[in-house]
């Protein structure tokens, strides 16, 4: 089988898989957690779920950083990849995502209810609400477009 | 010179620290000395300002410097980590040299990158056997010991040390340990028995525990720091932390005697009012100016703040759930020392060896700061007193712990007076016990104000 047989290769892939969809589900279950944990630590002023929180922000970013970058490649490595209408909006929206996602992640090194109470939670509600739409776009490349898809 | 690859790592990202901090916006540190001390307003980070003078230890013959008319030398060097000084009734000095207890397992990513950071500010290069007590002996009071022994050995985090009639107390950072000593003992081997326990580990954050008794001898006073910087370890961690404990010496019974006072250390009578004194630590990460470190008499029942305010009745917004009921009853210190000094050395100067205008005021030890991008502290200073209270600015006394280019050559932590009313001073980084008398110049102390 070669490269003819897909439509939209993947550049940075494994046996023909491509790394960004299989790194993009860690991120995305971060940050959702992020969310999640850092209501509990509102709603509780307990510190595990701000430790929890903290751990779950810098672990979305540094896997996140890994996904974006297979997703970069991808996005360069293709001429065609670049040109379905999703592509830029899903690549910005994940930056955003990103950068968001650090500022976040430095907020929680902070000691105490500041590290969540109120512009760790703030930031967490934002990324959790440009994910979907980010999501969407992605899914979008690969179900409808054909993005890393093989034929056969 | 040798880097370790970590540590060009660590440099890098101090430097780019530096980008987004290095303008701290910090003020002058003398406007936060005294009484009434400016205090900005609070300020959060992104990145809190980070700057820890490297340690590069002493190269033979240097020393500190100090003010004009007087004289410093090594009482003794090579010691491990050296953190607190006791001079028994004979003369012969006790140095009590302690290292951290284990670190408690990791609760947050940030304690990662912290550990390695702190690590390269406080670690003076070896390794050695530590948590022990030297003896020097000095028979004929020229300033070089005579004798060095181990006094005592397999100690858990000693810092303070005090001796009523034939009992010698160690305060371990776990506990108040009781031991028979006779004068001139050079060595303990009788096996120590506990006179209470102090809150210890797991977690053990601050750990130094400052101890003085009471001038009947009753009463023993014990410094416990927090368990945290802003109770990021929770709210349990900090049960009789941030306290000062009176022990009852008969019964080792405890009692909370005051609390609020984040890291005390020093602790130490004021020699004309009979108050209790000590120099605390207060908070990090609110400000280069926050939170003034402060030296203050300590009343019974009082509270001094920490963790729901500071200086007073500044809350904090970093502790939740907030007590209002208590920030109502918080008092403000007597003095502040300028903010991230760490004040960890407290010694009222009743002595004659030294000028007559350090008699009966007060030196300081000021470990150093890392929360701010200017550093301060790193010095020894002295604060004037009279009728029992800090009667004016504090002043530099012994300096130069850092070289021309902000490295440290050593930290001062804990003092002392000995014997021959030398101030001796522990410094932890530089392995050594300084020892500053008059210039033996010939000049009447008294002459050379």
Wanted: aromatic share 8%; hydrophobic share 40%; with cysteine.
């Amino acid at each position: 089988m070669t490269v003819q047989d897909e439509r939209l290769p993947a550049t940075a892939r494994i046996a023909r898989h491509p790394i960004h969809p299989m790194l993009v589900s860690v991120p995305i279950v971060c940050f959702v957690g992020t969310l999640l944990t850092d209501l509990m630590y509102y709603a509780t002023a307990e510190m595990m779920w701000a430790n929890f929180s903290a751990w779950l922000v810098v672990v979305g970013v540094i896997v996140g950083v890994l996904a974006a970058i297979a997703g970069l490649i991808d996005f360069l490595g293709n001429r065609l990849i670049r040109a379905q209408p999703p592509a830029w909006p899903h690549l910005i929206g994940n930056l955003l995502v990103l950068v968001l996602a650090l500022f976040n992640a430095l907020i929680h090194t902070r000691d105490g209810w500041t590290s969540v109470v109120p512009t760790g939670l703030i930031l967490s509600i934002i990324v959790v609400l440009i994910l979907p739409i980010t999501g969407w776009l992605g899914w979008s490349m690969v179900y409808r477009h054909g993005v890393g898809v093989a034929r056969s | 010179m040798m880097l370790s690859p970590f540590f060009r790592f660590a440099l890098t990202c101090g430097s780019l620290l530096c980008l987004v901090g290095c303008n701290d916006g910090s003020g002058d540190p003398k406007a936060q000395i005294g009484a009434n001390p400016s205090l900005p307003e609070l300020q959060q980070y992104l990145l809190p300002p980070i700057h820890i003078a490297r340690v590069v230890g002493w190269k033979t013959g240097e020393t500190p410097s100090v003010k004009q008319g007087l004289k410093i030398e090594a009482l003794a060097t090579g010691l491990q980590h050296p953190r607190s000084l006791y001079t028994l009734p004979n003369g012969d000095v006790l140095v009590v040299e302690s290292k951290a207890p284990p670190a408690a397992a990791i609760k947050r990513p940030k304690e990662i990158v912290m550990g390695y950071i702190e690590s390269w500010a406080t670690s003076g290069g070896s390794t050695g056997p530590s948590n022990r007590i030297t003896l020097l002996r000095d028979t004929n009071g020229d300033g070089v010991p005579d004798t060095r022994s181990v006094f005592l050995d397999h100690l858990n985090s000693p810092f303070g040390v005090v001796l009523v009639g034939d009992d010698l107390y160690v305060a371990n950072t776990d506990a108040i340990v009781k031991y028979p000593y006779h004068q001139g003992d050079t060595r303990i081997t009788a096996p120590g028995e506990v006179l209470t326990p102090l809150p210890g580990g797991p977690i053990d954050h601050h750990w130094t525990k400052s101890l003085v008794a009471s001038p009947d001898g009753s009463l023993l006073y014990v410094g416990v720091g927090s368990n945290s910087n802003i109770t990021e370890n929770g709210m349990e961690a900090e049960k009789n932390r941030a306290d000062i404990l009176e022990v009852d010496r008969a019964t080792g019974r405890y009692r909370i005697f005051a609390s609020g006072l984040r890291n005390p250390n020093g602790l130490t009578f004021e020699p004309q009012s009979g108050a209790l004194w000590t120099v605390v630590n207060e908070r990090d990460e609110i400000g280069p100016d926050l939170v003034p470190d402060y030296m203050t008499s300590v009343k019974d029942g009082a509270f001094y703040g920490w963790p729901y305010s500071y200086y007073g009745q500044h809350v904090d917004p970093r502790v939740q759930p907030q007590r209002p009921d208590l920030v109502a009853k918080a008092i403000p210190p007597d003095y502040a020392l300028s903010s991230h000094v760490a004040p960890l050395g407290l010694a009222f100067y009743t002595g004659t060896n030294l000028p007559e205008a350090y008699r009966g005021g007060a030196f300081v030890g000021e470990h150093g700061s890392w929360n701010r991008q200017v550093l301060n502290g790193y010095k020894v200073v002295f604060v004037p007193f009279s009728n029992g209270k800090p009667s004016g600015m504090a002043q530099d006394v012994v300096t130069g712990f850092l070289n021309d280019d902000n490295q440290a050559r050593g930290r001062p932590v804990g003092l002392a007076v000995d014997k021959s009313d030398a101030l001796l001073i522990a410094d932890d980084v530089g392995n050594t016990v300084w020892r500053v008398t008059s210039a033996g110049d010939g000049v009447s102390p008294a002459a050379r104000l």
